[in-house]
C-alpha cells in the first residue's frame, strides 16, 4: 500500500515563512475530513499570491515525513491541528497548477506526488485513472489531465487526459476508454477500446 501524503495549501507569505522555518504546516480542525490522520507525509502547495510576495515556486516542491501532530486551541474555541516534518525535501521539479489550485488540503499518495509534474496530477485515485495515465505517460509526457472543478480537492472526476488537441476519456459506465481527435472546431470519435483495456 502506497503511503499517503496530505498536500496543504500556504496562501499568504506570513504562512510561508512560517510553515518553512517551523517545519509544520497548520490548518483549522474542522477543515479536516475524511482520512487525513492516514498521511505519512506532508507536502506545501504555494498558491500564486504567496509565491508573489515571496519569491517562491507557485506549486508543489517541498515535502516531508510527519514526526508529530499537535492540536491547537485558539480563542472563540476553535482549533488548529499542526502537522510537523523531520525536514523538508525538494522535489526533483516543481508540480505546475498550470490553472489549477488547492483550497484547502488534499490527499494523494508518495508515488503519485513524486512522478506528477502538474497539480490535477495528484487527483487520481483510482486504479484505472492511474494505469491509463502511466500508459500515455509512456507515449508522451506532455499529457494534462482536465478536472470537473479548478480547485482539486474539490473535484469529483477527472473529464479528460489531454495530448494536444487529442482527448482521451475513460467512461466507468460502458467500461470504455474513447479517444476525441478535435480538430479545425470539430469534435469525433476517433477511436474506441473496449473495456478490458481499462482494467
Same mark, same amino acid.
Given at each position: 500500500?502506497?503511503?499517503?501524503?496530505?498536500?496543504?495549501?500556504? *496562501?499568504?507569505?506570513?504562512?510561508?515563512?512560517?510553515? *518553512?522555518?517551523?517545519?509544520?504546516?497548520?490548518?483549522?480542525?474542522?477543515?479536516?475530513?475524511?482520512?487525513?490522520?492516514?498521511?505519512?507525509?506532508?507536502?506545501?502547495?504555494?498558491?500564486?499570491?504567496?509565491?508573489?510576495?515571496?519569491?517562491?515556486?507557485?506549486?508543489?516542491?517541498?515535502?516531508?515525513?510527519?514526526?508529530?501532530?499537535?492540536?491547537?486551541?485558539?480563542?472563540?474555541?476553535?482549533?488548529?491541528?499542526?502537522?510537523?516534518?523531520? &525536514?523538508?525535501?525538494?522535489?526533483?521539479?516543481?508540480? &505546475?497548477?498550470?490553472?489549477?489550485?488547492?483550497?484547502?488540503?488534499?490527499?494523494?499518495?508518495?508515488?503519485?506526488?513524486?512522478?506528477?509534474?502538474?497539480?490535477?496530477?495528484?487527483?487520481?485515485? #483510482?486504479?484505472?485513472?492511474?494505469? #491509463?495515465?502511466?500508459?500515455?505517460?509512456? #507515449?508522451?509526457?506532455?499529457?494534462?489531465?482536465?478536472?470537473?472543478?479548478?480547485?482539486?480537492?474539490?473535484?469529483?472526476?477527472?473529464?479528460?487526459?489531454?495530448?494536444?488537441?487529442?482527448?482521451?476519456?475513460?467512461? &466507468?459506465?460502458?467500461?470504455?476508454?474513447?479517444?476525441?481527435?478535435?480538430?479545425?472546431?470539430?469534435?469525433?470519435?476517433?477511436? &474506441?477500446?473496449?473495456?478490458?483495456?481499462?482494467?
Amino acid at each position: 500500500m502506497d503511503e499517503k501524503v496530505l498536500v496543504g495549501s500556504v *496562501k499568504t507569505a506570513n504562512d510561508y515563512l512560517q510553515f *518553512k522555518r517551523g517545519r509544520y504546516f497548520e490548518i483549522q480542525a474542522n477543515r479536516l475530513k475524511g482520512a487525513w490522520q492516514k498521511a505519512t507525509y506532508l507536502a506545501l502547495y504555494v498558491t500564486q499570491e504567496a509565491a508573489s510576495q515571496t519569491g517562491a515556486e507557485n506549486g508543489i516542491q517541498f515535502y516531508g515525513e510527519i514526526i508529530d501532530v499537535e492540536i491547537m486551541n485558539q480563542s472563540r474555541g476553535e482549533s488548529s491541528v499542526r502537522l510537523f516534518v523531520d &525536514r523538508w525535501r525538494t522535489l526533483e521539479g516543481t508540480i &505546475r497548477p498550470v490553472g489549477y489550485g488547492i483550497q484547502h488540503y488534499m490527499l494523494t499518495t508518495k508515488q503519485i506526488l513524486m512522478q506528477a509534474k502538474e497539480l490535477p496530477e495528484l487527483f487520481m485515485t #483510482l486504479g484505472e485513472e492511474l494505469k #491509463l495515465w502511466r500508459m500515455l505517460r509512456r #507515449l508522451t509526457t506532455k499529457v494534462h489531465t482536465e478536472l470537473d472543478e479548478s480547485y482539486v480537492d474539490r473535484a469529483q472526476k477527472i473529464q479528460a487526459y489531454q495530448i494536444g488537441h487529442d482527448a482521451v476519456v475513460l467512461d &466507468r459506465e460502458v467500461r470504455e476508454i474513447q479517444v476525441f481527435a478535435r480538430r479545425r472546431g470539430t469534435t469525433a470519435i476517433a477511436a &474506441r477500446v473496449i473495456g478490458e483495456a481499462a482494467e
